[in-house]
């Protein structure tokens, strides 16, 4: 699979942080947290926020987040709702909005782009540069184009907290061809099979804990010394409230 296009990717990749009225508080806190780990201005990474079509955008965290990013923010026009279908939706607006607004030059044509969620956090202040910089060391050996936690339940897949290409030529197949997730099923499971064709890497400094009700501080220390840099799928405050009382106070 080949883009058509010319594809000169800039330097820097692009957070997309997804979210709805569900857990949007969660996700602002998430956000201003990521923002209050840069000691300056980011210049390795841009930050996108993408809210579920019935959900406004938090301004004020918008402006918080600002000071250290550029910012992006869009609302989806996808009717999903509850799990699978507004997750579904959710990630496939976001990666819509990256192909067409790079297409348009609205954007830079970002190497890559994370999406998360709200039930992720970062264990190390520099987390940014180090997923920039293993993306282009996996890069240069093999074509990359999904990057994250490899999961063996419901059956193997990359967890959808993943880093991904921003290659027009999968971004335009995500938007033209494929267009959304319709089985009751989340679109990272489900699309796995083409993502391994694409080019698949499991990423090891990614941990998923799928729907985890809490996490204990007393585990936080274990994370860290496995290699664990983000981890994903705590549906609660408390590891991040962990990682920010650990971190913040560092930078």
Request: glycine share 6%; aromatic share 14%.
């Amino acid at each position: 699979m080949k883009t058509r296009l010319p594809y000169n990717p800039h330097p820097n990749m692009l957070l997309c942080l997804q979210n709805w009225g569900g857990d949007q508080k969660q996700a602002m806190k998430l956000a201003r947290f990521i923002a209050d780990l840069q000691p300056g201005r980011c210049d390795a990474a841009d930050f996108l926020f993408v809210t579920r079509s019935d959900c406004p955008h938090d301004k004020e965290t918008l402006q918080y987040v600002s000071r250290k990013f550029n910012i992006f923010h869009h609302v989806s026009r996808r009717a999903g709702r509850g799990w699978p279908a507004g997750c579904n939706d959710l990630w496939f607006e976001s990666m819509s909005w990256i192909y067409h607004m790079v297409e348009a030059r609205k954007v830079p044509a970002y190497k890559c782009v994370f999406t998360f969620e709200a039930d992720g956090v970062p264990l190390i202040p520099n987390w940014i540069q180090l997923f920039s910089a293993d993306w282009d060391l996996e890069s240069k050996k093999r074509p990359t184009f999904v990057m994250g936690a490899y999961l063996t339940a419901p059956g193997t897949h990359i967890n959808g907290n993943a880093i991904f290409s921003c290659n027009p030529a999968l971004t335009r197949w995500l938007t033209k061809q494929v267009s959304g997730c319709h089985v009751n099923a989340g679109w990272d499971y489900v699309l796995y099979p083409d993502f391994r064709r694409w080019g698949a890497c499991p990423y090891s400094r990614i941990r998923s804990y799928w729907n985890s009700k809490t996490f204990p501080e007393s585990a936080y220390q274990n994370e860290l010394a496995s290699g664990t840099v983000w981890l994903h799928g705590v549906k609660d405050d408390s590891l991040l409230d962990t990682s920010r009382a650990r971190l913040t106070s560092r930078v």
